[in-house]
C-alpha cells in the first residue's frame, strides 16, 4: 500500500521504515529537512509539504498517518489535511491524543467525506525490530482498508504461547492489534495502557527502593542486607510471578549502572496517566493504584529517590523518553 506518514520523530520515522521493510511506499514529511533527508536515503519519498505529501500520494483512498506530540500540533496538522484531502480519504492520528479530542476532529472530517481513525500505538523506540501493538478506532470500512498497514506494524503472534479457547476470536488481537470501536476508542484503550503502564512502574520503583534502603543504617545491624539488585532483577525475570518487559528494561538498565546516576529521579508524565484518572472520576471507578503512581511522579519532582531515578531509567529505555522533556 501507499501511506503519507508526518512526524518523522522517535515512532514516526521506525513506522515509516518497519512499513517500507514490509513493501509498502511512504510518503513523509516533517518540519525537519534533516529527517526527512534521513527517511529518503532508506528509501521513502520525502516532501517539504503537508501539499507535497498530499500531491505525492496516487492511490485512492488516499491515506495520511499524523505521528506528532497530542495537542495543538496535531489538531492544526489535522485541519490542513481536512482541507488538502477529499472525499473518501483517511487521517489517522497514531500519537497519544485525547480521545474527545479524537471524537471532535472525525466530527469535522466527516462533514468533508473524510474518515477519521485514532491509533493508540505503543512500543516505543522498540517497535522498529519488535513490532507495535496498536488498538485502534474509527469507521470499520476505513479500518479494514487500512489493514495490510496494520498488519506490517503489529508484532505478530511470534513465540508468545496462545489463550486456551479464543478459537474463533479476531485473530488479529493474537498478531498484535485491534479494532477496538468507533472514533476514540482506540486511544481511549491506549490511555488506560498508559495508566496501568504508570501503576506497573512504580510498584517495581517502591519495590527496589526497598531492597535498596536495607543496608540502611538506621535499620538495626543484624537486619542490614547489602542485596544486589542486578542480580535481583535478572532471578525476576526467569519464571517469577512478576516477569514482564518492563522488568527486562530494568535488568538492563541496573547492570548498566547499578546507582542510576545518570538519572534525576524527576519523573515527567505525558499527559496519559492524568486523562485515565479523568476517567475513572468521570465514571465513578475507584483507581487508587493508578492515581497514586500519578500523585507519586508530581513528587518526584521536588524530591528524588531511587526508585523514581528507576523509573526514569525505564521510561528512557522503551521510549527513549528523557528526562525534563515532558509535560509538568
Not at 232 to 246: A, D, F, P, T
Not at 273 to 279: F, I, K, M, N, S
Amino acid at each position: 500500500m501507499e501511506i503519507g506518514i508526518v512526524g518523522l520523530g522517535r515512532m514516526g520515522g521506525n513506522i515509516a521504515r518497519r512499513l517500507m521493510r514490509a513493501g509498502h511506499r511512504c510518503v513523509v514529511f516533517d518540519a525537519s529537512a534533516q529527517a526527512v533527508s534521513g527517511l529518503a536515503h532508506d528509501g521513502a519519498q520525502g516532501v517539504d509539504s503537508l501539499s507535497a505529501l498530499v500531491a505525492a500520494l496516487t492511490g485512492k483512498p488516499r491515506a495520511v498517518w499524523i505521528m506528532l506530540p497530542a495537542g495543538k500540533i496535531t489538531g492544526d496538522t489535522a485541519a490542513q489535511l481536512f482541507d488538502l484531502l477529499g472525499e473518501g480519504d483517511i487521517v489517522i492520528d497514531g500519537g497519544n491524543s485525547f480521545y474527545k479530542d479524537d471524537i471532535a476532529r472525525a466530527a469535522i472530517a466527516r462533514a468533508r467525506g473524510i474518515d477519521y481513525v485514532d491509533v493508540g500505538t505503543s512500543g516505543g523506540v522498540w517497535g522498529l525490530d519488535r513490532g507495535y501493538c496498536m488498538m485502534i478506532g474509527g469507521p470499520k470500512e476505513a479500518v479494514d482498508h487500512l489493514d495490510p498497514i496494520f498488519d506490517a506494524l503489529a508484532p505478530g503472534i511470534g513465540d508468545i504461547a496462545r489463550t486456551p479457547g479464543r478459537e474463533g476470536k479476531d485473530s488479529r488481537a493474537e498478531r498484535g492489534y485491534i479494532h477496538a470501536g468507533p472514533t476514540g476508542a482506540g486511544h481511549f484503550v491506549k490511555m488506560v495502557h498508559n495508566g496501568i503502564e504508570y501503576g506497573l512502574m512504580q510498584a517495581y520503583a517502591e519495590g527496589f527502593d526497598i531492597l535498596q534502603n536495607k543496608s540502611s543504617t538506621a535499620l538495626p545491624e543484624a537486619e542490614r542486607f547489602d542485596l544486589d539488585l542486578t542480580d535481583i532483577s535478572e532471578v525476576w525475570r526467569r519464571g517469577s510471578v512478576i516477569s514482564s518487559w518492563l522488568l527486562d528494561l530494568t535488568a538492563s538498565a541496573l547492570v548498566r549502572d547499578p546507582t542510576l546516576g545518570d538519572f534525576t529521579g524527576a519523573v515527567d508524565d505525558s499527559g496519559e496517566g492524568r486523562w485515565t484518572v479523568e476517567a475513572a472520576i468521570e465514571e465513578a471507578v475507584p483507581a487508587q493504584v493508578l492515581t497514586a503512581a500519578l500523585f507519586a511522579r508530581f513528587r518526584s519532582r521536588l524530591a528524588h529517590s531511587f526508585g523514581e531515578k528507576l523509573l526514569s531509567a525505564m521510561r528512557f529505555a522503551f521510549g527513549g523518553h528523557i528526562e525534563g522533556k515532558g509535560t509538568h
